[in-house]
């Protein structure tokens, strides 16, 4: 167990909380729900053992619960994340790089797919910084950083989606990553060209339908030479 501090601003005045580094990690993916540390205490300064009034606490949080408390502070305050923990993610996050791309790339002069250590060893020659958001959302970024040292093509498939006007607003927002060109129409439809990877693409289409409750046309495109 890492005991570290989750800390936040309420109403002009600062509380603290000693909590476990992953359980508050899990907390604030939704991965669980909050588990009040054992004797827990709120501090306005935790390093002094200076400890929140009652007062205090029914001002900022409208409440005395110091379970109540404490999951607001991790859920939408800061948790103190130790280097251990994030050479862990970004290590985990490099992983799911590379396992992306033997699964969704090949290498254009031959068509067959790329071993991860050859993957593995462009991103370390290309120095490319892994982050920490979603891999669909900088992966275009990072085939820009390898692709002068390792010849390597995303398999995608590109699909033309008509979205009705009452749901452009939420679905935009799922689309958005992969156009390659849009329209909008007179009445506020949408109508878009997407290039998704492979693998991705039942995932894409679950998002889609979910935001556009099944009203989304779609209709995909065959490449020319498919």
């Known amino acids: 167990m890492t ?3 989750a800390r936040i601003n309420r109403k002009e ?6 909590v476990d580094l992953d359980d508050a990690m899990k907390f604030r993916k939704g991965e669980t729900n909050f588990i009040e540390p054992e004797g827990a205490r709120i501090f306005t300064d935790l390093k002094k053992g200076e400890r929140a009034s009652p007062s205090d606490l029914e001002f900022a949080f409208g409440t005395e619960d110091v379970n109540v408390i404490a999951g607001e502070i991790v859920k939408k305050g800061e948790v ?6 994030r050479d862990a993610e970004q290590e985990k996050k490099f992983k799911q790089i590379i396992d992306f791309l033997v699964t969704n790339a090949i290498d254009p002069r031959t068509g067959n797919p790329i071993t991860a250590e050859k993957i593995k060893t462009a991103l370390n020659e290309a120095q490319v910084h892994v982050k920490n958001v979603p891999v669909e959302n900088q992966i275009q970024e990072i085939l820009g950083k390898i692709s002068s040292l390792l010849p390597i093509k ?12 009452i749901h452009t607003g939420r679905a935009y927002g799922v689309v958005a990553n ?4 849009e329209n909008w129409l007179n009445d506020g439809s949408l109508e878009i060209v997407v290039k998704v990877p492979a693998g991705l693409i039942m995932d894409f289409y679950d998002k889609l339908n979910s935001v556009t409750h099944g009203s989304a046309l779609t209709e995909e495109i065959r490449e020319a030479g498919e």
């Open 154 to 165: 995303l398999e995608t498939k590109k699909v033309k989606i008509t979205i009705p006007a």
């Open 178 to 181: 992969y156009k390659e060109k």
């Open 13 to 18: 005045k600062h509380f603290e909380i000693m």
């Open 80 to 85: 103190l994340l130790t280097q251990e923990y």
């Open 3 to 5: 005991q570290t501090t």
